[in-house]
């Protein structure tokens, strides 16, 4: 089966893109939506967001991702996963298990995502309350060659979920042959 790797930064419509696209595919199949802000709250409290603990993060996200995966469950991984080496080698290790593995870069210029920004996370690290915000205090290392790239602030949903509906179906169609 398939993992969707949806990364960006905080407030790009990570999780808004992968709650509908687990919605899309419920019906007619076995679905797991993995929320990066959950699985952390949840799973994995004792990590920081020091590099460290935000690539073991990721390690330990991706792994959970192709055991599901592994059991012909779609997965929708929507997470910040701000270092490009940990995303490399969460898909390689989905390619080692024979896995496909769609990253889509959920773009959205850091304006328009804190004005977004529910959390108020944006305003937070701007006040100097939070320290290391993705985008603003740490370093976000866009994917060099995602399969998809969306950009929420000039698509619509609808428009978004297409288009990484397509290179669901792509991958979907490789993993037939």
């Not at 905080?10 to 993995?34: D, I, N």
């Not at 599901?68 to 940990?86: F, G, W």
């Not at 006040?127 to 060659?145: H, K, Q």
């Not at 428009?159 to 290179?167: K, Q, S």
Request: a negative charge.
């Amino acid at each position: 089966m398939t993992t969707v790797w949806l990364t960006g930064l905080p407030s790009s419509g990570k999780s808004t893109l992968g709650r509908a696209l687990a919605e899309q595919h419920r019906a007619h199949r076995a679905v797991e939506q993995l929320d990066g802000d959950v699985i952390r709250r949840d799973l994995f409290p004792e990590l920081g967001f020091d590099k460290a603990d935000r690539t073991e993060n990721i390690r330990r996200i991706g792994a959970l991702a192709a055991m599901l995966a592994a059991h012909d469950v779609l997965v929708v991984v929507s997470v910040i996963a701000p270092y490009e080496a940990a995303r490399a080698a969460v898909r390689a290790e989905h390619e080692a298990r024979g896995l496909e593995f769609v990253e889509v870069h959920v773009h959205a210029p850091v304006e328009v995502c804190a004005d977004r920004d529910v959390k108020g996370l944006y305003a937070r690290a701007k006040r100097g309350e939070v320290s290391g915000l993705t985008g603003i205090g740490d370093v976000y290392e866009e994917p060099v060659a995602p399969e998809v790239r969306v950009d929420t602030s000039a698509m619509p949903v609808e428009a978004c979920l297409a288009t990484i509906g397509a290179a669901l179906a792509r991958a979907e169609q490789r993993e037939a042959a």
